[in-house]
């Protein structure tokens, strides 16, 4: 059932949702990058929350022309009017009062969505509203969509892709380098309102899939996914529209042999689960690459530790010291070096004594900042120097 | 209105919802002063998986168990966020995104797929909660606030959410001066040997404390809300923090008073038969108030 729905075997309707929840997955990623990294992912909470009155109100309105009010344009018009109101209230709140944009943006969400709340309760008590469905837009639902419905979605959705890959270079230069993209004449106000609108316009087509409540991860999972993997702009925005693309498509189509669960968590599951890999097995910053890396040094310290107290005469107590060298064929059971042990050591401790030479002399302030207890000093100083500082190397006297 | 109906039907409504509103305002001063204004959105989303957790332990709607899974919820969503914050270095922001969002959609799910449909548990009650339906049976008018055999039916939600207000309420009065200092000048309060960190998570477990004792009661959205909406109109309007906690604190009761009435009396004024949301008509009031306070406050603009 799944690998049907994965294959687009489920019929005409419930393929269209798919398809366009997987363009809008791959618009929300690409769109959610530059919003993550202009730091203002949570902006797009506040917009999400604040379509909830436009679409109460649009749906009043077109019943009160004598619609029966479920037209999803409609609908999705009312909510973008609500939605670019809440933007402007955050705006006017962070530039003109002595709020931050935290405050701003928690404002504008409880109160757009309080307020569209009332209206739900107005909806429910008119006749036509009790089959409105207006619920489907808090968590999503597309299980069921009529084909008109599933048509101006999938249609939106390519839409909105086509604007996010036209405006990607301004947008990524602001988002990577706000001065240079100054200095070179785009003006700063105008590509974050670019971003901002396209921010609103992927929220709003959202609605219906993914929900007002969920579509904030839509925006920022992806992003913060991509992170994971790459230090590279270019490459940033390209994951992220594969998670976003790949959650939208699988987050659909499991919703569609599942009618009877919301969409939008769905979705938010899947990319969270990418996430979550992400996190645990990326190269550079995740978990299981930061234990490695963490278990490689500590060895190397005990290592190093263990040849110095070894080059020195003393005995080593400390288990795993004594494991490690053991292991490398340095010493013996009963803690005895080995002849590539002595070796080792004695290598160690004339490492030793030229980086505490070198450390003690300001000539060589530079190279003294590389000391870490662990490299070693041909990897910083050149073999000239290395005679210069061995000259300085007291011959062993002999103790009285 | 006045009457043995309205003891009944709207004063413990609206008692509990000035409870809720002031219990939530007084630590989003600090919150908002600190610049984590967002927190108080998060717990309230992170609250939905920990309730539906301890319920399916349980089997069973009580306050204990809902409690302690909500608890355990919101320190597991710092815990998670501090982690992704420090492993990935991503900003803050989009890590408190990443994981409030990821939580309230695994709560969504379990809710829908197991079987709550004998209990009174459901998403919707989660956003809005029900504030309307807390009424007090057993009054017969003014006279039975002196009655003991009528106040032991009080709805539980009332002494609850009374007890979670004295809670937030002493926490700040015995730590004014630490919690004052450290945040205006962090670097000062830990030069005097303040612990700062344990102080900001104290004041995390506080707000989270007020979050979920009102969220049974009156669902996320009037929580959200409060943290937030009184303590921003209260900024506009004063330098002095004891000022400003004490106008968050009477623009939370002004919001919840006059948004309960509104909702409750509003539609039949206009001549209208049912009536309407009390959380959405709260968090409404607050959202003009703060709007009024944003246009005419005396302390308004950025520089000061």
Redesign the interface.
Known sequence: MLADALLLQLGYNATLVTIGACLLGIAAGVAGTFL?LR?R??VS?AISHATLPGVGLAFILMVGMGGDGRSLLGLLVGAGISAAIGLLCVHW?T??????E??A???V??????????I???IQ?MNAGRQAGL?GF??GSTAGMLRGDAILLAVSAALVLVLVLILRRPLELAAFDPGYAQATGWSMGRIDLAMMGIVLVVTVVGLKVVGL??I??LL??P??TA??WTERAGHVVIIAGAVGGVSGYVGAAMSAIAP???T???V??VG?AM?LVS?LLSPG???LA?VLMHWRYQRRVHMRQGLLALAQGQPIFETLTHRLLRRAGLILPDGVPTSEGQAAAAKALLDETRWSIVRADQSFAAAATRYDGLTAIETVLTPDQLNEVDARIKAPEVVA | MMGSEFVALSLPPILIGVCVAVACALPGNFLLLRRQALIGDAISHVVLPGIVVAFLLTGVVAAGPMLLGAAGAAVLSVIAIDLIRRLGRIEAGAAMGVVFTAMFAGGVLLLERSDTSSVHLDVEHALFGNLESLIWLDARGWSSLLDPAALAGLPVELPRMAIALVVVAAFLWLFWRPLALATFDEGFARGLGLPTEPLGLALVVVSAIAAVAAFDAVGSIIVIAMFICPPAAARMMTNRLGHQVAWSAAFATLSAIIGYVLAGYGPIWIGASASVSAAGMIATVSGVILGIAAVAGPHRDKVS
């Open positions: 993550f730091k992912a949570l909470d709140l530039t003109r009062t002595r709020l931050g935290d405050a943006i928690g404002a969400l409880s109160v757009f969505f309080g307020f569209g709340i009332v739900l309760t107005i008590t619920e808090l968590l409540i969920l904030v991860a920022i999972v992003a913060v992170r994971f009877a669960l919301p939008g968590p769905i938010v599951l969270f996430f996190l910053r995740g978990v930061s």
